[in-house]
């Protein structure tokens, strides 16, 4: 049981270059969710998706697309890269139910944009 | 939306001391209050947390108090060592939109 897991653990992109991060779980969770983090500020939700085939904005979406196509894996693309989106990714995911807000974290996946 | 504001920023403590970390959230409706630890170059762990129905909860040497009326939460860990050291995040949460605090630095010296 690995739980969360997050790919690749470091990406160094150009202005403009696109990439997708995949974030896979293997606990059979219904709920997935992308955050950033960057200093001082905490992490803030990108995007998160209820299940599969499923996505919704959180608090800073712009720059972002998601897709959930299974539902163990959640991915995160960045059609545009700007610098602005240098930061550290985090994937979270929960179960359905009464313990449905206990997220539990990846790795996470530090991204440089020059 | 909700904010949540985390302080201090920093603390530094003795080993076998107490440290206490403090939230504020805005939405009175938030229902869920986790706490989360972050070493270095890993993910958040959660450590403990608290529903809107329970003013606390303890777990060891960790305990989190929850004030609804005055819209505050508490982090306590006591006899602290040097393994506590990390940064800890709160969290207030509404129907799984989740909003962190900046999070707070540990630092228990031997």
């Known amino acids: 049981n690995a739980g969360v897991t997050q790919t690749p653990k470091f990406r160094v992109l150009k202005t403009g270059q696109s990439m997708t991060l995949l974030c896979a779980q293997d606990?059979?969770?219904?709920?997935m969710y992308w955050y950033r983090q960057d200093p001082g500020m905490g992490l803030r939700l990108i995007h998160y998706?209820?299940?599969?085939?499923?996505?919704a904005k959180g608090e800073v979406p712009d720059g972002y697309n998601v897709s959930r196509l299974k539902k163990q894996n959640f991915l995160l693309g960045l059609e545009s890269a700007a610098p602005s989106q240098t930061s550290v990714y985090f994937c979270?995911?929960?179960?359905?139910?009464?313990?449905?807000?206990?997220?539990?974290f990846g790795p996470g996946t530090r991204l440089l944009v020059l | 939306g909700e904010n949540v504001e985390q302080h201090p920023s920093t603390l530094s403590v003795q080993e076998g001391d107490s440290a206490v970390i403090k939230c504020t959230y805005s939405?009175?409706?938030?229902?869920?209050f986790p706490w989360y630890k972050q070493e270095l170059g890993k993910g958040p762990q959660l450590i403990i947390d608290?529903?809107?129905?329970?003013g606390e909860k303890k777990d060891q040497r960790i305990a989190v108090t929850l004030n609804k009326t005055a819209k505050h939460f508490s982090l306590h860990i006591t006899e602290t060592q040097p393994e506590d050291s990390a940064v800890y995040f709160c969290?207030?949460?509404?129907?799984?939109?989740?909003?962190f605090g900046a999070g707070t630095r540990l630092t228990v010296k031997p």
């Open positions: 979270a995911s929960s179960s359905s139910g009464l313990r449905q807000e206990t997220q539990y």
């Open positions: 606990m059979n969770h219904e709920y």
């Open positions: 998706s209820v299940g599969e085939g499923t996505t």
């Open positions: 939405d009175s409706a938030s229902n869920y």
């Open positions: 608290i529903r809107s129905n329970v």
């Open positions: 969290a207030a949460s509404i129907n799984n939109d989740m909003r």
